[in-house]
């Protein structure tokens, strides 16, 4: 279950990472029709929620590394990789789900399509921002595999 849900979990964060990219987009449109750019949205709250899902069933759950860490979490604040696994991604990754949240909710409240605008590419481009920050990118000391099979 632990490779399934991982790679589950590895596939579905380049879904909401192009969400991301096209709801900052979409925010970024002139377009003065109020359902402009909804679509890409749904997609990221839809492809955070399910990422959030997969992500603590890894984390509480199914994940033996994260079963070590949270066993030695004292120790585990010493070693940048394990900090980053037990804090650093799970802090990012959370925030990015809120503020894409609070964009969608802001963006129906607002009263004019620039107040919209404005909202909508504050929260989406931080939460995309913030994905990107929190991706154990190839390279880094924590860092994984692009793709998962």
């Known amino acids: ?58 984390y509480l759950v199914v994940s033996p590394n994260m079963q070590a860490i949270r066993d ?3 120790e585990a604040m010493q070693s940048r990789s394990l900090r980053f696994w037990a804090v650093e991604h799970v802090t990012m990754m959370v925030a990015a789900v809120v503020l894409a949240h609070v964009g969608r909710v802001l963006g129906r409240k607002a009263a004019s399509p620039d107040a919209r605008r404005s909202r909508l590419l504050i929260c989406y481009g931080l939460s995309t921002l913030l994905m990107l920050a929190g991706m154990p990118w190839p390279g880094l000391p924590y860092g994984r595999p692009l793709f998962r099979l």
């Open 1 to 58: 279950m632990y490779s399934f849900v991982l790679a589950l979990h590895s596939w579905v964060r380049w879904i909401a990472l192009i969400a991301g990219v096209g709801a900052t987009a979409a925010a970024l449109s002139r377009s003065s029709d109020k359902r402009a750019g909804d679509g890409w949205g749904v997609a990221l709250v839809t492809a955070l929620d399910l990422q959030m899902l997969l992500g603590l069933l890894l």
């Open 72 to 74: 030695h979490f004292g």
